[in-house]
């Protein structure tokens, strides 16, 4: 009978302690099967730490920090994660959204301060669905530990020239390039950038682009610029259409024909006069500073009178060359 009853008594224990494995184990599973193919956000910011404890190390940010200036990995609620391992009370993610912190926003963070969200997956799409016309002619990329940039120069070769038609040209190579894998640490462009230029020509002056787009790593969606002054001449020209500006260059055309000079020539004169300004004055004050500067409007001035002497010029004319050479001038 004593027999039975110890043989009894470790059955109830053996049993309690099975089925209190098993719960735990289904908690365990459901735990996993509830948080497999979910996405997470953070109830309120937090950094990410080292392992699941509140004594723990943050993770450092490499890709803000430096060698003399320590940034950590902080969640907000535009952050987007998935759980990847869990331990009591605590939950390992890793960011998705944005997706160029995946590869370095991966700690540990208290199970409670997570809420679960939906993925919300943003594409950039051109406005209008047409074949848009333009030529990629020239990339550069350049990668430090801490970013990545990827620019592309390319060509507009329609006639249309709307903001609308503009903007799905650099969109359009912003989404071809967005996901580009061409750099040795980075999956892809923390900065890109698109110039859109309307001819080879322009593209010679980096500054003589009609659309600009930029995507920085801290921004949702990218920015995009224009040439206004540039846009509606060409859009006028296209129409036949003569604005006040396109009166006054052909005014300024005729100017200069008088003294054998051709607009876009003059100015491409004048910004080499410029620049083998800007090469005597380094070449002088290497450390650049005050005096660079003052060496540089000194020989700029001197240029000016020797070329307003030489071809008869106004004291403004110059001014109306750079004005108008800029959005005229392909």
């Known amino acids: ?30 735990y996993e099967i509830q948080s497999k193919d979910k996405f997470y956000s953070v109830v309120k910011a937090a950094f990410l730490l080292n392992f699941p404890s509140q004594s723990a190390p943050k993770v450092i940010d490499s890709i803000n920090s430096s060698e003399i200036h320590k940034e950590y990995c902080l969640l907000d609620s535009t952050n987007k994660v998935i759980i990847t391992d869990i331990k009591d009370n605590w939950c390992k993610v890793k960011v998705i959204e944005p997706d160029w912190l995946s590869k370095t926003y991966i700690g540990w963070v208290p199970a409670d301060n997570l809420v679960e969200v939906h993925l919300t997956e943003k594409k950039v799409t051109p406005s209008i669905k047409a074949t848009i016309k333009y030529e990629v002619i020239n990339e550069q990329k350049l990668e430090t530990n801490y970013k990545a940039q990827l620019i592309e120069y390319a060509i507009y070769k329609d006639t249309i020239y709307t903001k609308e038609a503009l ?3 650099v969109l359009e190579i912003y989404n071809l390039n967005s996901n580009k894998d061409v750099f040795e640490t980075h999956d892809k462009a923390t900065v890109l950038a698109v110039y859109l230029f309307t001819s080879k020509e322009a593209f010679k002056d980096k500054s003589n682009w009609i659309a600009m787009l930029i995507k920085g790593p801290n921004e949702n969606e990218p920015r995009i610029t224009y040439n206004d002054f540039k846009i509606t001449a060409l859009s006028n020209s296209a129409n036949n259409v003569k604005t ?31 620049l083998d300004n800007i090469h005597k004055a380094d070449a002088k ?40 050479a800029m959005s005229y001038c392909k």
Do not use: T
Request: with cysteine; net charge neutral.
């Open 244 to 274: 006040k500006d396109e009166i006054e260059l052909e005014k300024l055309k005729i100017y200069l024909q008088k003294r054998g000079l051709d607009l876009c020539i003059l100015w491409e004169m004048l910004k080499k006069i410029e």
């Open 1 to 30: 009978m004593k027999n039975y009853l110890i043989s009894l008594l470790l059955l109830i224990i053996y049993g309690c302690g099975s089925a209190d494995h098993k719960e735990n184990k289904e908690a365990d599973n459901k």
């Open 285 to 324: 004050y290497p450390d650049y500073g005050d005096k660079h500067m003052a060496m540089i409007d000194q020989l700029d001035k001197q240029s000016y009178r020797n070329l307003r002497k030489k071809y008869q010029l106004s004291d403004d004319m110059l001014s109306k060359v750079s004005i108008f």
């Open 167 to 169: 903007e799905d040209a």
